[in-house]
Each structure stands twice: as C-alpha cells, then as structure tokens.
Nanobody
Framework: QVQLVESGGGSVQAGGSLRLSCVASGNTIERSGMGWFRQAPGKEREGIAGIATYGTTTYADSVKGRFTISKDNAKNTLYLVMNMLKPEDTANYYC???????????????????WGQGTQVTVSS
C-alpha cells in the first residue's frame, strides 16, 4: 500500500510558476513508476506527466516544454515544476503511483494503482 499526499497548489497569474509535491508513505516509490494527472471541471482526468522507474519521462503535448516531473527517492517524493502557466492549466492535480516497476513511462490511468486526493491549481489571466 502507498499513501500519497499532494501539496503546492494555489492561485497564480498566467505566466507564473508553481511546484507541486507528492509525498509517499507506506512503501518506497523508488522502484515505482509515477505520474501526474489533472482534472478540470466537466472534463475527464488526463495524464500530463509520467516518470518510469529508471527516470525516463513522458509528457502530454499540452504541457511539454513547460512542466517537468522528477522524483527524489531519498525523500520518497514526486515533484512537478510548472512554468509559463496558462488559464487552461486550471484543474485539480493528482499524483499517482503504479506500485511496481515501470520501464516505459506512461500517461495511462489504468497503469496506476494508488492515487492522492489532489491539489487545486488556479491560473488567472
């Protein structure tokens, strides 16, 4: 079992930056693939960034070049640095853990077993 708690959300103006954190407990995430998802009101939850067990990453086209996912195994923490934020980035952001080794990073919801409760990000124009 892995428990995930996100933090770092908030309100920011367009063009600004935020760093989201996701602290894991109950088990190490060192060997787990991890991901960040987001869900805006009235929309489906979408994968935006994934990191495989050995560090390779993948991003949705909508965030590529602006967002960076990383993992600190010593702190059992997943990060998402978000730069050049846009109003369309407004959503509730969730971290997720696959709970096992992932060789190829993925944005597929079905590949992830454990989910956090989310943190809200609001970007104003």
């Amino acid at each position: 079992q892995v428990q995930l708690v996100e933090s770092g959300g908030g309100s920011v103006q367009a063009g600004g930056s935020l760093r989201l954190s996701c602290v894991a407990s109950g088990n190490t995430i060192e060997r787990s693939g991890m991901g960040w998802f987001r869900q805006a009101p009235g929309k489906e939850r979408e994968g935006i960034a994934g990191i495989a067990t050995y560090g390779t990453t993948t991003y949705a086209d909508s965030v590529k070049g602006r967002f960076t996912i990383s993992k600190d195994n010593a702190k059992n923490t997943l990060y998402l640095v978000m730069n050049m934020l846009k109003p369309e980035d407004t959503a509730n952001y969730y971290c997720a853990a696959a709970g096992g080794v992932v060789i190829i990073p993925t944005l597929s919801r079905g590949r992830y077993t454990y989910w956090g409760q989310g943190t809200q990000v609001t970007v104003s124009s």
